[in-house]
């Protein structure tokens, strides 16, 4: 019996997926810190620390959007980057504060990830975007 699997992906057995409802691969390379809400990690006066598990690499498929922003009050030295990449649920848990290296930049997840499929049909092929925030200066 010869099945093909790109049709049993949703359920669509006899008929052919287009090109655009083939699972695109995830190639770019993206280091998830998760963030570790520990009350006990303080420092020597008392104060909650910041701490972030050992990062590990995953995939994600592409950008979703990339901006930077630069307040226009004089003697202000900052800018903040906002940017999103799109990942497969199977990507794993995502919380906010968690950290994103890409490229040896380091993001901060804001909020939860998005949804980000639009279909019509009833498949299990999803995507998700994670919004991401960098503030220098």
Known sequence: MNVNW????????????????????ALFDVEHSAYIDDPNTVDAHGNQIDKWDDPVVKQFITWADYNTS?????????????????????????????????DGEVFEVVGV???????WWACDIVNWTINLKQVNG
């Open 6 to 25: 790109r049709n049993r992906i949703c359920g669509r057995e006899g008929r052919s997926l287009s090109r655009h409802r083939r699972r695109i691969p």
């Open 70 to 102: 630069e307040p226009g009050v004089a003697g202000h030295d900052r800018d903040e980057v906002g940017a999103g990449i799109i990942v497969y649920p199977d990507f794993g848990v995502v919380l906010p504060r968690d950290r994103m290296t890409i």
């Open 113 to 119: 990830p998005e949804r980000a499929d639009k279909a």
